[in-house]
Nanobody
Framework: QVQLVESGGGLVQAGGSLRLSCAAS????????LGWYRQAPGKQRELVAS???????NYADSVKGRFTISRDNAKNTVDLQMNNLKPEDTAVYYC?????????WGQGTQVTVSS
């Protein structure tokens, strides 16, 4: 049974930092492309950052230079370090693992940035 469990969300002031972590089980973690998505109220879910099985990363323009995605294949975890947070980063953040047509999602964790 595939599971993705996020942790690390919370309330932070603008300019602050948070680190999100996602623990995966029930999959061959090392071959999966991993990502963090977010969804703000009234908006579509959007890709924040992704990391391939080979370690290549991709970021949304809005977070480049502020967010860093990393993976630990030994621990089956993927993290998102978020620095210099802005109120517009407020959203529910979802962990994603995918391989070809198989997509898996975590339950989401709330990040709220106050101005």
């Amino acid at each position: 049974q595939v599971q993705l469990v996020e942790s690390g969300g919370g309330l932070v002031q603008a300019g602050g930092s948070l680190r999100l972590s996602c623990a995966a089980s029930g999959m061959t973690f090392s071959i999966m492309t991993l990502g963090w998505y977010r969804q703000a109220p009234g908006k579509q879910r959007e890709l924040v950052a992704s990391i391939s099985s080979g370690g290549s990363t991709n970021y949304a323009d809005s977070v480049k230079g502020r967010f860093t995605i990393s993976r630990d294949n030994a621990k089956n975890t993927v993290d998102l370090q978020m620095n210099n947070l802005k109120p517009e980063d407020t959203a529910v953040y979802y962990c994603n693992a995918r391989k070809v047509v198989n997509w898996y999602w975590g339950q989401g964790t709330q990040v709220t940035v106050s101005s």
